[in-house]
């Protein structure tokens, strides 16, 4: 269909890297594509710390779970949203609305995938890091982030050293609805994904997960994740009418 269909539609996370680091040209070609991406009346309500000091980067490291591939990707950038740089230049600007951290939150994500699909294109892989808000104030501390600046996610990027199948996605028809959102789902298409994904997951693991989509839902969603977000939105500013 298209060049950037076929690196969209083969999409799946790296989390082996070899040693082989970034050209300065790819690093840029992937910083301008994610820029590129729309933004919200055109705010650009996103700032990205790329954690180059290998010692600042084991202590992200610590802070995201100790995932050992933020260690070892050639790149390391953690993604934010950001109303600190409006306020230096406007200073009688009004910040600390609800509606401004979706815009944040919008814009950045749209440029973490735009930064996805260039690196992927290139023939690089990575994986998003939505553990960097595990530790939240000490990751502020540790970037200096201030407040005004939220982190919402890091992304690994580097040469792949694994070649893993995209992950099976829910049916388009239980994700894609016309007009009006349904009054129920189809039982039995979501019973056959969650077939799918056990056999994904068989296969990728040699046999040792059994797992389902609703399954892992189940196990996911019942726990309260992480419960300080609230207040630490509130300390940096984000959510307070
Ligand atoms: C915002 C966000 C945060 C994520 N955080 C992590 C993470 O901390 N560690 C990790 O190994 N994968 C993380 N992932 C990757 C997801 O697990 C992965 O995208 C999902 O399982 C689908 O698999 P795929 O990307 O291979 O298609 C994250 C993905 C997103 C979008």
């Given at each position: 269909m298209s060049a950037a269909i076929e690196v969209m539609r083969h999409h799946r996370s790296i989390r082996k890297f070899t040693e082989q680091p970034l050209s300065a040209e790819q690093r840029e070609a992937i910083m301008a594509s994610a820029q590129a991406a729309s933004s919200s009346s055109f705010l650009q309500a996103s700032a990205v710390i790329r954690i180059t000091d290998p010692e600042l980067r084991a202590k992200v490291m610590a802070l995201c779970g100790d995932q050992a591939y933020i260690g070892t990707a050639a790149e390391f950038w953690v993604f934010c949203a950001d109303f600190h740089r409006h306020l230096q230049w406007v200073p009688e600007a009004r910040t600390g609305f609800a509606e401004q951290l979706l815009i944040g939150a919008i814009d950045t994500a749209l440029m973490g995938q735009n930064a996805m699909t260039a690196a992927e294109s290139l023939g690089l892989g990575g994986v998003f890091i939505?553990?960097?808000?595990?530790q939240p104030h000490a990751l502020c501390e540790l970037l200096a982030l201030p407040r005004g600046v939220v982190p919402l996610f890091g992304l690994c990027l580097g040469y792949p050293a694994q070649d893993p199948e995209p992950k099976p996605r829910l049916p388009a028809s239980l994700m894609f609805v016309e007009n009006r959102y349904p009054a129920r789902f189809d039982d039995a298409r979501m019973q056959g994904y969650d077939e799918q994904v056990r056999q994904y997951y068989r296969t990728r693991t040699g046999g040792n997960k059994e797992m389902t989509w609703t399954g892992q839902i189940g196990e996911t969603l019942v726990k309260e994740a992480r419960p300080f977000m609230l207040e630490f939105l509130r300390e940096q500013g984000f959510c307070l009418r």
């Amino acid at each position: 269909m298209s060049a950037a269909i076929e690196v969209m539609r083969h999409h799946r996370s790296i989390r082996k890297f070899t040693e082989q680091p970034l050209s300065a040209e790819q690093r840029e070609a992937i910083m301008a594509s994610a820029q590129a991406a729309s933004s919200s009346s055109f705010l650009q309500a996103s700032a990205v710390i790329r954690i180059t000091d290998p010692e600042l980067r084991a202590k992200v490291m610590a802070l995201c779970g100790d995932q050992a591939y933020i260690g070892t990707a050639a790149e390391f950038w953690v993604f934010c949203a950001d109303f600190h740089r409006h306020l230096q230049w406007v200073p009688e600007a009004r910040t600390g609305f609800a509606e401004q951290l979706l815009i944040g939150a919008i814009d950045t994500a749209l440029m973490g995938q735009n930064a996805m699909t260039a690196a992927e294109s290139l023939g690089l892989g990575g994986v998003f890091i939505g553990a960097v808000r595990n530790q939240p104030h000490a990751l502020c501390e540790l970037l200096a982030l201030p407040r005004g600046v939220v982190p919402l996610f890091g992304l690994c990027l580097g040469y792949p050293a694994q070649d893993p199948e995209p992950k099976p996605r829910l049916p388009a028809s239980l994700m894609f609805v016309e007009n009006r959102y349904p009054a129920r789902f189809d039982d039995a298409r979501m019973q056959g994904y969650d077939e799918q994904v056990r056999q994904y997951y068989r296969t990728r693991t040699g046999g040792n997960k059994e797992m389902t989509w609703t399954g892992q839902i189940g196990e996911t969603l019942v726990k309260e994740a992480r419960p300080f977000m609230l207040e630490f939105l509130r300390e940096q500013g984000f959510c307070l009418r």
